[in-house]
């Protein structure tokens, strides 16, 4: 099995011990991305749509790295600290997923790194090429 690490610079640099993502055949498998501005490293505001549009953004960046894209994922683990945003997180999600919509869990937790309101991480499954 060949693992090849999926960077880019137009996400968020990883803060810690792990890649942005690693492709291992066609699946690629991502990981959580907080709404870190790529350039600045700085969350991007305490607004939630905001902190969420920013994930979706920084998710992209590295499905795009991998070859493919957002539409591509078809596991979506999304991690809030506050379960009451959950209706946002649906409406967001729909400006960037049209359907078949990725398999999907919501998570409450305590809190996520640098105190922002939401985590997304997930799989993705690269399209064949015929």
């Not at 969350?43 to 957002?70: M, P, R, Y």
């Not at 379960?83 to 869990?105: C, D, G, K, W």
């Amino acid at each position: 099995m060949t693992k090849a690490i999926i960077s880019t610079d137009q996400a968020p640099a990883a803060i810690g011990t792990y890649n942005q993502g690693i492709k291992v055949g066609t699946t690629v498998y991502l990981s959580g991305q907080i709404p870190l501005v790529p350039e600045t490293m700085e969350v991007i505001s305490e607004d939630f749509a905001e902190q969420t549009h920013q994930v979706f953004k920084n998710l992209s960046a590295v499905c795009e790295a991998a070859g493919g894209e957002l539409q591509d994922m078809v596991k979506v683990n999304i991690f809030l600290t506050d379960l009451s945003h959950f209706a946002t997180v649906n409406e967001i999600m729909s400006q960037y997923f049209r359907t078949p919509y990725p398999a999907r869990a919501a998570i409450g937790v305590k809190e996520l790194p640098k105190s922002v309101q939401i985590e997304i991480d997930g799989i993705m499954e690269l399209p064949s090429i015929n």
